[in-house]
């Protein structure tokens, strides 16, 4: 089966790397994360109810738009859940709305974010051309995660759980350690080393070969594995694919063990675990129910079943 699910993933790289224009393809040099965070400008808008809500933010590169689905719990009460999607995933709900459908009731609000530059294909295409504009994507989408969180629980939500899937898992794990206020993390697919992927898996051919033959500022910009090794990470409850190309098993691994951070294991690649609806909603689920109980991070009940 490991021939199988990587080579699902690399199936996909030799497919799509003649259809994607190149990441970073107009430069790759970039300020560094904190940099950008300090010159996100954003505010949330008033929470109406369900629905979609847009939100513009001033960045280093200009202004962007982002923006947030809402699907409210049953209850004010109940924790929230801010999930973020893939690189490229558009509609940028897509993904948990097949993970937690609306039919399959939910003890949680749930806020799924959509990144700056994925309205739409074109808009992710021409967003995504420069490692700067990269880096202020991740920016304002941790920024805004931030705001969210701080909205509901004024709103009297009593708990908060931050997720992704690939991009998303680290953009969740950028969160934890830019402010690190949410009650718990699920990165899923994902560890704090995007660069890894973007420089030394088959994936670096979405990467401009500029970028790959020059690779230190994206080292310096997507490379989060110390600091994350420094931080606490009892809160941090990853899942992760044992044969994933995109995020290699073994780097990922090695980082969550050395940092105390348990990791819950499915026997799938990048792609395929992606689509693993039940594994990745029984994560979520698990990690919702052991926040409602307020257990250790990286306990049994985040083990997918």
Not at 286 to 301: D, M, N, Q, T, Y
Request: aromatic share 6%; charged share 20%.
């Amino acid at each position: 089966m490991r021939r199988f699910h990587a080579g699902v993933d690399r199936l996909y790289v030799a497919v799509m790397r003649h259809v994607i224009p190149p990441l970073f393809r107009d430069g790759s040099s970039s300020p560094l994360l904190e940099d950008h965070l300090a010159a996100v400008e954003l505010q949330v808008p008033a929470l109406a109810g369900d629905g979609r809500y847009k939100v513009t933010a001033r960045t280093i590169v200009g202004d962007v738009s982002a923006g947030f689905r809402v699907r409210l719990g049953p209850r004010a009460a109940c924790p929230v859940l801010i999930y973020h999607h893939g690189l490229g995933e558009i509609p940028a709900g897509r993904n948990i709305g097949w993970i937690l459908p609306r039919r399959r009731p939910l003890e949680a609000h749930l806020v799924a974010v959509r990144a700056p530059f994925h309205r739409h294909h074109i808009d992710c295409l021409r967003g995504l051309a420069s490692l700067g504009r990269f880096v202020a994507m991740c920016a304002v989408s941790v920024t805004l995660i931030e705001a969210l969180r701080a909205a509901f629980v004024a709103r009297g939500a009593e708990g908060s759980l931050v997720a992704g899937t690939s991009l998303g898992g680290f953009v969740s794990l950028l969160h934890h350690l830019s402010f690190g206020t949410a009650d718990r993390y699920a990165p899923l697919l994902a560890g704090p080393d995007l660069a890894c992927s973007l420089l030394s898996t088959p994936f670096q051919h979405f990467t401009a070969r500029k970028a790959r033959a020059q690779p230190a500022q994206v080292l310096a910009c997507l490379d989060f594995s110390e600091a994350f090794r420094a931080s606490d990470a009892r809160r941090v409850s990853p899942l992760l694919a044992r044969h994933d190309v995109c995020m290699p098993y073994a780097r990922h691994d090695a980082t969550y063990a050395a940092s105390g951070a348990e990791v819950a294991t499915i026997d799938r690649g990048h792609m395929t675990g992606a689509v693993a609806l039940a594994a990745l909603r029984a994560h979520l689920l698990g990690c919702l129910g052991a926040l409602a109980a307020r257990e250790p991070a990286g306990g049994s009940v985040c083990q997918p079943a």
